[in-house]
């Protein structure tokens, strides 16, 4: 305990928004300080594996290295995937927030999806402990995304938000400072770049890899049908003449492509609401449902929510900054968070 207080004195505690996209860091005082791409490039040697680069860095490799070099995204649907690789990417963004002093083990509060087991809770915290943590809290997402949102969480009244992030989408309502209804699927901005690649597949008969679908999704993709239709020039591969091609996509292929997975974030949507608390529902229907994460960014999803179950929605400011900056604010009340299970 002592030992403790002597190092926290040295020590800056740090607020990680592990993403399956992006990872952001924020520091006390100091808000976010670190926002980049969650992957991690390797060169595969013959006795170890040797990290080349990480972030933005090694997200321009992925789909471009040569045979040796592999560019991995160490979480997959918001849970660790790769175990070691995330244990390198965090130990790459602590030192670089604490530039490189190395003898600094900072107290970690981390964002995790909703749900997680227990045995998926103790790998984010042990990945975080071997990078250096001297201990690790952690915060739910959908409570992250309200926080971040500017929500009033804490009060005696009902907040829903709906956080889609590149592995998972979180639904939550809130109320008194806990998580009252809260659901955990994983559709989120992976899988609409997935039913990009296979619809351009299937409709075209182009490959095209997903960093190119995430292009056409965020470019031209919408959740409805758009006044004026958008188009884009796609360059891949032919399936059957094996030729390069260049094809024009547009807007509807994009939205025909993203049908089902959207379908399946309104069906989410639903069940939370179904079993919502009366009054807490009636909080909502007057203030609405927040949007946050980088999903929220779609073009019309707002409307689409709101046409599907006849409610007010708001996107909300700097969607892809919510997260980050609720597990930030958490940092204030770290003592209130949980602590991991041993
Ligand atoms: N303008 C946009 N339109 C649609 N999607 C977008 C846009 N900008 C970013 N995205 C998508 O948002 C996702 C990343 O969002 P975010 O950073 O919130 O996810 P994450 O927190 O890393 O993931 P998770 O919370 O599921 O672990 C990616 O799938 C990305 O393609
Ligand atoms: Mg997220």
């Known amino acids: 305990m002592f030992l403790s207080k002597i190092l926290g004195f040295f020590s800056n505690d740090l607020a990680i928004d592990l993403g399956t996209a992006n990872t952001l860091v924020s520091v006390k005082g100091k808000g976010i300080v670190i926002n980049e791409p969650s992957v991690v490039a390797i060169k595969a040697d013959k006795h170890k594996n040797r990290v080349l680069a990480v972030g933005k860095e090694a997200k321009d490799m992925i789909g471009k290295t040569p045979k040796d070099i592999i560019a991995i ?8 995937a790769d175990f ?28 995790v999806p909703y749900g997680l087991t227990q045995v998926e809770r103790k790998a984010v915290k042990e990945s975080a402990m071997s990078a250096g943590a001297r201990e ?15 929500l009033p969480v804490k009060d005696p009244q009902g907040s829903m938000v709906i956080d889609i992030g590149g592995g998972t989408t979180e639904i939550g309502v809130i109320s008194l400072g806990g998580l009252v209804v809260s659901k955990s699927i994983r559709t989120a901005g992976d899988k609409f770049d997935k039913s990009i690649v296979d619809y351009i597949n299937k409709k075209y008969n182009l490959v095209i890899g997903e960093r190119t679908a995430e292009e056409i999704k965020i470019e031209i993709g919408t959740a409805i049908q758009l006044d004026k239709e958008l188009k884009m020039l796609v360059k891949g591969k032919n399936r059957i003449t094996g030729l390069l091609e260049t094809i024009t996509v547009t807007s509807e292929d994009v939205r025909e492509a993203l049908k089902e997975p959207i379908k399946e974030l ?30 929220a960014l779609l073009r019309g999803i707002d409307k689409y929510f709101s046409d599907l179950v006849s409610l007010p929605v708001f996107v909300a400011e700097e969607p892809l900054l919510a997260v980050a900056r609720g597990t930030g604010m958490a940092l204030d009340q770290i003592d209130l968070l949980s602590n991991v299970e041993e």
């Open 136 to 150: 690790v809290f952690l915060i739910e997402e959908p409570m992250a995304a309200a926080i971040g949102a500017g």
């Open 73 to 80: 995204r160490p979480m997959k649907n918001g849970v660790i």
């Open 84 to 111: 070691d690789i995330t244990e390198e990417m965090i130990r790459y963004f602590i030192k670089k927030v604490h530039n490189r002093k190395s003898l600094i083990h900072p107290r970690i509060v981390i964002c």
């Open 266 to 295: 309104g069906e989410a949507l639903k069940e939370v609401l179904e079993q919502t608390p009366p009054d807490l529902a009636g909080d909502i229907v007057e203030n609405g449902i927040v949007l946050t994460g980088g999903g």
